[in-house]
């Protein structure tokens, strides 16, 4: 068989491999093949969607960039963002309707998080009976889930509550779950990093799996050692470029299993409020940037094209003490306008735009398919369902678009919006990049102008 005409699925079955791999040029689909392929960009490269929710809005003066279109200058909270503002969209005047109340009363931090993909609005119930609607991600993922081998990833720093009452009445799901595959069941994160790594790396079914795993602890072996035979086999086959790319690949697999394995070595340790998982980073910033590269991985090896982060759900009650902020987030967002108060919060937001750059650092540096970086070839959604915590607003959200999508967006820009604009209409014309076609969603009137 050519090299040239290996198709990667067969591939990797053929040669029993437990490893997914990065996009090599060995793989690369011809120009017409990827015409035909969906979520794909014009060169062939997969598209990627993400979506990373920040809790309890921001302090908009420090948001909300100067100036509009190309000629903008970002604020105090997005100047870490500076190296890829050519690459940003920031967008001002977008709504979640739903997010308000609606005569159901409080409980605008669960809405926030019920509506934010799905532009629905929660049945207020604490019950079994919760009702609200598919998410923008699901409804991608079941039209171009089947090309990857993970239709979608969910990831979130919080452990998972699919029940009780969390929010003024609301039920636990709608408050802990971005994602939702249909209007009655939410798509459960993953908040611990050891568990997205082996969901990513194991090979078989899940019994085979779980043996693996006991096989490596048994015998002190890195999960790399299972596929080295195989990655040696697949490196005699490839060019320079896709030996280089494959090294750099597999060093950074067995950086992030290590930093896992640090993190579990203190996994047990007991602290204050409660118990840490084993898996989880004690450091919030570290939990977060694993779970980033995580998804960036997944993304590099076409396991998924698709992924939610919830960085924390809202209404969060984190502490930030290692940035200056002991003071609990959720609290300090009901600010009463307080100066002192507001300066914390703009820390805290300023400290989340930091950890974005994190992301979009690590999508810019990993070569696609196509030559072109990751960021170039993805489209990711920063945003909370807040925009003042203050007041629980739901208007004038602050929304990023970063990413090119493969060179169907245009990047490098302000836009602000007159009047309220559902955000659902942005979910259109991203449906519609990702080969989804059609003119509604959510509570959508139609598409954005232009994205």
Request: net charge positive; charged share 25%.
């Amino acid at each position: 068989m050519e090299i040239s005409r290996f198709n990667r699925r067969a591939f990797l079955q053929g040669i029993g491999a437990s490893l997914a791999l990065p996009g090599l040029e060995l793989f690369r689909p011809s120009t017409q093949a990827a015409v035909r392929a969906s979520a794909t960009t014009a060169s062939g490269a997969p598209l990627r969607m993400a979506f990373l929710y920040i809790p309890n809005g921001v302090i908009m003066d420090k948001w909300s960039p100067q100036g509009e279109g190309g000629d903008f200058q970002l604020n105090r909270t997005m100047l870490p963002l500076s190296p890829h503002k050519d690459r940003l969209q920031v967008f001002s005047g977008l709504e979640h309707n739903h997010g308000w109340g609606h005569k159901d009363g409080a409980g605008d931090h669960a809405r926030a998080n019920a509506t934010i993909l799905t532009g629905a609005h929660a049945y207020k119930t604490a019950g079994a009976d919760i009702k609200l609607g598919i998410s923008v991600d699901q409804v991608a993922a079941k039209a171009v889930g089947g090309e990857t081998r993970f239709s979608s990833l969910e990831l979130s720093t919080d452990a998972v509550r699919k029940s009780g009452a969390c929010d003024s009445g609301y039920s636990c799901a709608y408050q802990f779950n971005l994602s939702w595959r249909n209007e009655v069941t939410p798509m459960a994160p993953e908040h611990n990093p050891r568990l997205v790594f082996e969901r990513l790396f194991g090979t078989g079914n899940a019994k085979e799996r779980s043996k693996n795993l006991k096989d490596r602890v048994a015998q002190q072996k890195s999960l790399l050692d299972f596929v080295m035979a195989d990655a040696k086999a697949l490196n005699a086959q490839l060019g320079r470029n896709d030996q280089q790319k494959l090294d750099e690949y597999l060093a950074g697999v067995r950086e992030i299993e290590r930093r896992i394995e640090k993190a579990e070595q203190f996994g047990e340790r007991p602290t204050p409020n409660m118990p840490v998982p084993a898996g989880v980073p004690d450091s919030y910033q570290e939990h977060i940037r694993l779970m980033m590269d995580l998804m960036v991985l997944a993304f590099e090896t076409d396991s998924t094209r698709i992924a939610t982060f919830a960085l924390a759900h809202d209404g969060s009650n984190r502490r930030f003490p290692e940035i200056g902020v002991p003071e609990p987030h959720h609290g300090m967002s009901h600010h009463r306008n307080d100066a002192q108060t507001m300066r914390q919060i703009a820390r805290v937001d300023k400290f989340y735009t930091e950890q974005f750059k994190y992301y979009l650092d690590k999508l810019s540096s990993v070569k696609d398919v196509d030559g072109k970086s990751l960021l170039e070839n993805s489209m990711t959604v920063y945003a909370s369902g807040l925009s003042d915590g203050n007041r629980h607003s739901h208007r004038d959200l602050p929304v990023i678009l970063a990413g090119n999508a493969g060179g169907a967006l245009t990047s490098g820009r302000h836009v602000r919006f007159r009047h309220d604009v559902p955000m659902s209409n942005l979910y259109v014309n991203m449906l519609n990049i990702m080969g989804v076609s059609t003119k509604r969603f959510g509570d959508s009137t139609g598409a954005l102008r232009s994205v």
